[in-house]
């Protein structure tokens, strides 16, 4: 079965660059489509972007001047990159396989999650 | 931007009991509604997809419904592992974009 892990520096400054790679194992990344979601401590969760196999991405308009996200399919890795983060980018960090049941579908499997804090 | 917005925010029951948790929409999705079951540490797991459907695992007392703006989720009989928060998730897919709802905090009474 697919299983993904998310993986990159817990602690960020202010300014900086997060990034961010989910490592997918027990299947192709090359079959499916991938999201990257966020959750801040004790809020809802926020979706950031879509990355399909071929490379197109689409990202949350709110978010869109400070992403970037990639695929590596020789490494069956895709990444995030959200750039001049803030303390208003800490989160925990989800990523997760996207389109489970066709164009109607939601995400499944989901990451464990990596917490990214924005700090000096 | 499609505003999803769940309601309770709190549902208090006893296990036995039968939820129901409300999600709607700002303008219609059609079908494209899924629900989320998070507990404390852990990430969301799918429940429902295409608004009626489960997921592979989710147990059958967990069902939704609804079409356009107006979506449920209902637990026939509430187990003691069911006490979570729950997010209902939509989508439109040219160009894609998806929001979630707030939330429903569901717990013990």
């Known amino acids: 079965q697919v299983q993904l892990q998310e993986s990159g520096p817990g602690l960020v400054k202010p300014s900086e660059t997060l990034a961010l790679t989910c490592t997918v194992s027990?299947?192709?990344?090359?079959?499916?489509?991938w999201s990257w979601i966020r959750q801040p401590p004790g809020k809802g969760l926020e979706w950031i972007g879509i990355?399909?196999?071929?490379?197109?991405?689409y990202y949350n308009p709110s978010l869109r001047s400070r992403v970037t996200t990639s695929v590596d399919t020789s490494k069956n890795q895709f990444s995030l990159k959200l750039r001049s983060v803030t303390a208003a980018d800490t989160a925990m960090y989800y990523c997760?396989?996207?389109?489970?049941?066709?164009?109607?579908?939601?995400?499944?499997?989901w990451g464990q999650g990596i917490l990214v804090t924005v700090s000096s | 931007e499609i505003v999803l917005t769940q309601s309770p925010a709190t549902l208090s029951l006893s296990p036995g009991e039968r939820a129901t948790l409300s999600c709607r929409a700002s303008?219609?999705?059609?079908?494209?509604l899924a629900w989320y079951q998070q507990k404390p540490g852990q990430a969301p797991r799918l429940l429902i997809y295409?608004?009626?459907n489960r997921a592979t695992g989710i147990p059958a007392r967990f069902s939704g419904s609804g079409s356009g703006t107006d979506f449920t989720l209902t637990i026939s009989s509430l187990e003691p592992e069911d006490f979570a928060v729950y997010y209902c998730?939509?989508?439109?897919?040219?160009?894609?974009?998806?929001?979630f709802g707030q939330g429903t905090r569901l717990e013990i009474k």
């Open positions: 295409d608004a009626s």
């Open positions: 998730q939509q989508r439109t897919n040219w160009p894609p974009r998806v929001t």
């Open positions: 997760a396989r996207d389109g489970y049941g066709g164009d109607a579908g939601g995400f499944d499997p």
């Open positions: 303008q219609s999705v059609s079908t494209y």
């Open positions: 027990g299947g192709s990344i090359s079959s499916n489509y």
């Open positions: 990355i399909y196999y071929s490379g197109s991405t």
